[in-house]
Nanobody
């Protein structure tokens, strides 16, 4: 399974960005999808996750109310809409996928089998 994330860039604080990611190799609706990020010198951390159907989502506390994860199973794509960006959001963002029959969501790094290359987001103050 290959994952490709798009949409990173350099923005100013309070700006918005939308990341997207499309896995290839199996029917998209069979995956739970997640977004993680890794800031310089820090461990990779959970950002958001969405269930196979899109009916359930979860977020880390620091992005609640600012980030929205969504998926379009018709377009085989998962999105991370990021608004009101802050300098502390600066990181490389990774999408992750796990094929599953589980209808819920996974919110830890160990739960995911496949990872993309990452897309860099830099937020200047």
């Amino acid at each position: 399974v290959q994952l490709q994330a798009f949409g990173g860039g350099l923005v100013q604080a309070r700006a918005s960005l939308r990341l997207s990611c499309a896995p290839y190799g199996r029917p998209f609706s069979s995956y739970n999808m997640g977004w993680f990020r890794q800031a310089p010198g820090k461990e990779r951390e959970f950002v958001a996750a969405i269930s196979r159907s899109g009916g359930s989502t979860d977020y880390t506390d620091s992005v609640k109310g600012r980030f929205t994860i969504s998926r379009d199973n018709g377009k085989n794509t998962v999105y991370l809409e990021m608004t009101n960006l802050k300098p502390e959001d600066t990181a490389v963002y990774y999408c992750a996928a796990r094929p599953t029959t589980y209808s819920g969501i996974y919110a830890t790094r160990a739960d995911y089998y496949y990872w993309g290359q990452g897309t860099e987001v830099t937020v200047s103050s």
